[in-house]
């Protein structure tokens, strides 16, 4: 997968957050997961974009670190969201093996990028 394919993806992730949250109830529990599963959609994607423009190795891998903790993240909140009922499980399956993936890409370029420093 290219720079650019994974730039692609990550945003086309946090595209289809944005509609999911938008649609949770008004509940303080759907507002405060909706937050949370938010950032750590959309930061994904944004420190992605961030680790592609690091000048170094090291700093590439510290970068896509923050990838894996926030899509780590927002597996976390995708969980909560099916588990308390908030959303159908059959609704986040999809998203779910999405963040799952995320955090593999993300964590097999990290251990890549530290490997060649």
Same mark, same amino acid.
């Given at each position: 997968?290219?720079? &650019? !394919?994974?730039?692609? %993806? ?13 649609? +949770?109830?008004? $509940?303080? /529990?759907?507002?405060? @997961?909706? %937050?949370? +599963? +938010? %950032?750590? &959609? ?8 961030? /680790?592609?423009?690091?000048? $170094? %190795?090291? !700093?590439?891998? /510290? ?6 903790? *926030?899509?780590? !993240? $927002? =597996?976390?909140? +995708?969980?909560?969201?099916? *588990? ?5 499980? !059959?609704?986040?399956?999809?998203? @779910?093996? *999405?963040?799952? *993936? =995320?955090?593999? @890409? ?8 530290? /490997?060649?420093?």
């Amino acid at each position: 997968m290219t720079p &650019a !394919e994974l730039k692609a %993806r990550t945003k086309a992730f946090a595209l289809r957050i944005v509609v999911l949250v938008d649609r +949770l109830p008004r $509940s303080l /529990a759907g507002q405060i @997961i909706g %937050r949370q +599963l +938010l %950032r750590s &959609a959309t930061s994904v994607g944004a420190n992605y974009r961030a /680790a592609c423009r690091a000048q $170094s %190795r090291a !700093e590439f891998a /510290a970068k896509l670190s923050i990838v894996v903790e *926030e899509a780590d !993240e $927002s =597996l976390y909140w +995708l969980e909560i969201s099916g *588990e308390s009922g908030l959303v159908k499980p !059959e609704r986040l399956r999809e998203l @779910i093996k *999405e963040a799952d *993936e =995320l955090v593999a @890409i993300a964590t097999s370029s990290r251990k890549t990028a530290k /490997a060649g420093s």
